[in-house]
């Protein structure tokens, strides 16, 4: 599956960065991250004040109403901004991107849910339209990355973050099923609660027999869910952000 191509970089482009509303409330420094790679990379990231939640949840959920109403101030404050927007959030990014126009379809802020949806790109395809400079792989970290369901299957972002992550010295080793879902799934989880660790302790298992003890991701919220399973195992494996990687590299 090929990633998007996203059109050229321009230096010093403002970009309004949506950090995601999980990673606001749990991990905060991820944005903070996030913002200072932008800048590293040569542009002026603006956090997008009074971005909420996409309306993800409710709208997985099938409760139409209730995601318009918690997107809309979202939708209106990504409005205000000017050039890419960028969401490091592969499960945000699709809901803003791919769904949001159908979430506002017949409603006043249709055009505007349009517009702004075009200009939305996850954060590793973005980093990954300009040159990176290699660096030397020689004594690596050798890292398992985990594919989230929504940047893979509705964006078709696969190449993308591994390519960063070889560029910036670090080894990316294959991992059985690396496709496959880690079991978070947003009310999934709390829905079927014992699917979704048997899913859990799949991805983990494979990270094991891989040999290596951190999974990197582009989605907080599953790199959240792996975390919480392997403490409860006891398993000596950490989960991180892609942004914090790169900015480490």
């Known amino acids: 599956m090929a990633d998007p191509i996203p ?18 409330q749990l991990r905060p420094d991820i944005g903070d991250t996030v913002l200072r790679l932008l800048r590293g990379h040569g542009y002026r990231p603006i956090r997008v004040r009074g971005a909420m939640c996409c309306g993800q949840p409710a709208w997985n959920t099938g409760l139409t109403s209730s995601a318009r109403r918690v997107a809309r101030p979202t939708l209106a404050a990504v ?5 890419p927007v960028v969401v490091p959030s592969g499960s945000c ?6 769904f949001w126009p159908d979430l506002f379809r017949n409603t006043p802020e249709e055009a505007l849910a ?7 790109t996850e954060l590793s395809a973005f980093l990954a339209r300009q040159a990176v400079p290699q660096r030397d792989g020689v004594g690596a970290e050798r890292v398992a990355y985990h594919d989230s369901c929504h940047m893979l299957r509705e964006l078709g972002i696969r190449e ?4 960063l992550l070889a560029a910036s010295g670090v080894d990316v080793v294959d991992i059985a099923g690396a496709e496959l879902c880690c079991g978070f799934g947003g009310t999934f989880a709390v ?14 298992d494979a990270v094991v027999a891989a040999g290596v003890r951190r999974v990197v991701g582009c989605d907080y919220s599953c790199l959240l869910h792996l975390q919480g399973r392997a403490e409860r195992r006891g398993l000596d494996i950490e989960t991180v952000h892609l942004a914090e990687v790169l900015e480490s590299a």
């Open 114 to 120: 349009i517009a702004v949806a075009r200009r939305v």
């Open 191 to 204: 829905k079927l609660p014992e699917i979704s660790i048997a899913m859990a302790d799949e991805k983990l």
């Open 93 to 98: 990014a699709t809901m803003m991107r791919e």
């Open 7 to 24: 059109p050229a970089r321009h230096i010093g482009e403002e970009v309004a960065v949506v950090t995601t509303c999980l990673v606001d």
């Open 79 to 83: 409005a205000g901004t000017t050039g």
């Open 160 to 163: 993308a973050p591994r390519r």
